[in-house]
């Protein structure tokens, strides 16, 4: 099985929509898809992904499926001092990394500034529902890899967020939260193509086999939008 994972395009995030360049970008996208050809699309209730999704949608004819959990956590926010309330994600990563070492896959959310009892209580959502939706799908959660129910060659398209995808792939991939926020960034539109590698006929391991990939952009000619990157993104 692959998951394509699909940051939304360019936001308009007052509208609740994308932005000029972000329809250009999901035509592209649509263009692209037309040639990998996802079997199933799933996408997040907010407006950006699916305005976002519905261009691959009319090109594939495919009906999507609306993935309450696949939203973006907005509650997770840090109060930084000098840029005030802001989403976990775009925190500093010299704030993130200013303490020896990284927690756990599982303790990440034991130590500041990540302590708050809402990163774990979201962290848990995510796991479960991640878990329940890739069982569906024929694969069931063990630590850190896949027991191999059913296996499936199906291509899965998921519109969802920035935030929630970086810290999707964390869960996936079994690395700290913290990690992933600070060291990745998933641009407009890209795609993260994640395999579950399938070694045995008894377990899966996913593994990232394209990050944050923007090929479609070059393709059409259309400038990477940096909504997401804070600083010298030029």
Same mark, same amino acid.
């Given at each position: ?5 699909? =940051?939304?395009?360019?936001?308009? $995030? /007052? ?19 037309? =040639?990998?050809?996802?079997? &199933? ?10 305005? *976002? ?26 109060? $930084?001092? +000098? ?8 925190? /500093?990563?010299?704030?993130?990394? +200013? =303490? +020896? ?5 599982? &303790? ?12 774990? +209580? ?15 799908? !024929?694969?069931?959660?063990? !630590? ?48 993260? *193509? ?23 952009? $070059? ?16």
């Amino acid at each position: 099985m692959r998951l394509f994972i699909i =940051r939304h395009a360019d936001p308009d $995030y /007052p509208n609740k929509t994308i932005t000029a360049a972000g329809h250009l970008e999901a035509q592209a996208l649509a263009r692209r898809f037309q =040639r990998q050809r996802p079997d &199933r699309i799933y996408c997040s209730p907010l407006g950006r992904a699916l305005h *976002t999704m519905q261009y691959t949608a009319d090109a594939l004819g495919l009906e999507p499926d609306i993935e309450e959990w696949t939203q973006e956590m907005a509650e997770l926010q840090i109060e $930084y001092t +000098e840029g005030g309330a802001m989403v976990a994600w775009d925190l /500093p990563g010299e704030v993130i990394r +200013e =303490r +020896e070492g990284f927690a756990a896959h599982d &303790r990440w959310h034991a130590r500041p500034p990540f302590a708050d009892p809402i990163f774990r +209580e979201r962290w848990a959502i995510l796991q479960r529902n991640s878990d329940a939706f890739i069982a569906r799908h !024929g694969y069931e959660r063990d !630590g850190g890899r896949y027991r191999v129910v059913r296996s499936n060659r199906e291509t899965l398209a998921i519109f969802c967020h920035g935030g929630f995808g970086l810290t999707w792939l964390a869960h996936l991939l079994h690395l700290p939260v913290p990690l992933v926020w600070s060291g990745f960034w998933l641009p407009p539109s890209s795609v993260t *193509t994640i395999l579950f590698d399938e070694r045995s006929s008894h377990w899966a391991v996913p593994r990232c086999i394209g990050l944050g990939d923007i090929g479609h952009l $070059y393709e059409a000619g259309l400038a990477v939008q940096p909504a997401g990157i804070q600083a010298n993104f030029d």
